[in-house]
């Protein structure tokens, strides 16, 4: 099934998005950053991470998930556990209260794409999501290059495979 053109000035197909936010400001902000980008339908809702983890089952064509870690007792750990359980290509972005480097980098260690401490300014979300998927994409495209080049590295020229 293929989505409709965002309508965010680009090329790319509207998101399917998520996302759990417990602040009412930064849930409004998350909203209106989203709108554009999944053509009005994310699913923005109010709660947390803990909320998030009690999903038994995610859409198979999650793009992105927005999950508010500040009430967590381990944020790394559950951000972790809530990576286990997303689709795998699933682009996560945690906020919330911390503005803390190490946090920020552990979270890019379990997996999460971003992070952003509450309050932030408008049009930071939309900025972040552009930032991921641009790295999503690229990384995407280093993938297929490596797997090419791998192929023709290992694959015998046409000239060995006469010597055999």
Do not use: H
């Amino acid at each position: 099934m293929q989505r409709a053109p965002s309508v965010v000035g680009d090329e790319r197909p509207a998101l399917s998005a998520m996302a759990f936010v417990s602040d009412t400001i930064t849930l409004s902000r998350v909203s209106a950053d989203l709108f554009n980008m999944t053509l009005g339908k994310a699913n923005v809702r109010e709660g947390t991470i803990e909320d998030a983890l009690a999903i038994s089952e995610w859409p198979r064509d999650l793009d992105l998930l927005i999950v508010d870690i500040g009430n967590a007792g381990d944020p790394v750990a559950d951000a972790a556990a809530l990576k286990t359980t997303v689709p795998g290509t699933s682009l996560v972005i945690g906020v919330g209260r911390i503005n803390d480097v190490a946090l920020y980098r552990d979270l890019l260690a379990v997996g999460f794409n971003d992070y952003l401490a509450m309050p932030f300014a408008e049009g930071m979300m939309a900025r972040a999501v552009e930032r991921a998927v641009e790295a999503r994409e690229r990384t995407g495209i280093a993938i297929v290059q490596n797997a090419v080049a791998c192929l023709l590295y290992t694959s015998p020229s046409p000239r060995d495979r006469t010597r055999s």
